[in-house]
C-alpha cells in the first residue's frame, strides 16, 4: 500500500531509474545535461530536474529495456509501455500497460544504488527511496 504523502516522490524516483535495472535513466558521461542537474544543491529541485530529464525516455541506456510512462490515478501508479516495434520484449507478462503495486515498486526502488540516491538528492541511510 503506498502512503499518500509520499507517492508523488515515489513515483518521480520511479521516472528517474530504469524498470528492470533500477539504475539511472540518464547517462552520467554521455548526457550534457547531468552536470548542470548536479550544480543544482537543493534536493527537491534537483530531484524534480532528473525527473524532467528522465521522463521521455522509452528506453534504459543501462539495460537496453523499454521504460514505461508512469501515471498518477487516485492511489494507483500505472506503467505503460509505448510500442517501439514488433520484437519488443516487455517485462511482467508482456502488458502495455500495467499497474504498479507497491510490492514491484519496492522492488525497484530497492534496488537503487546508495550512489544513485545521492545523485539524485537523496540520502540513502535515511531516505532510501525504497
Known amino acids: 500500500m503506498y502512503h ?5 516522490n515515489v513515483i518521480s524516483v520511479l521516472r528517474c531509474v530504469g524498470f528492470s535495472s533500477s539504475k539511472l535513466m540518464i547517462d552520467k558521461d554521455e548526457d550534457p545535461r547531468f552536470p548542470q542537474i548536479m550544480r543544482v544543491k537543493n534536493p527537491k529541485q534537483r530531484l524534480r530536474k532528473f525527473t524532467d ?6 528506453v534504459c541506456p543501462s539495460s537496453g529495456t523499454p521504460q514505461p510512462q508512469y501515471r498518477l490515478e487516485g492511489m494507483k501508479i500505472t506503467a505503460e509501455f509505448k510500442q517501439r516495434g514488433e520484437e519488443d520484449h516487455l517485462p511482467e507478462g508482456g502488458e502495455r500497460k500495467q499497474i504498479v ?10 534496488n537503487v544504488s546508495d ?7 537523496l540520502d540513502p541511510e535515511h531516505a532510501h527511496p525504497s
Do not use: Q, V
Not at 499518500?4 to 508523488?8: A, L, R, T, V
Not at 550512489?115 to 538528492?121: A, P, S, T
Open 115 to 121: 550512489e544513485d540516491c545521492r545523485i539524485l538528492g
Open 4 to 8: 499518500h504523502g509520499f507517492i508523488k
Open 101 to 110: 503495486t507497491a510490492e514491484r515498486a519496492y522492488e525497484i526502488l530497492k
Open 53 to 58: 530529464a528522465c521522463k521521455t525516455r522509452t
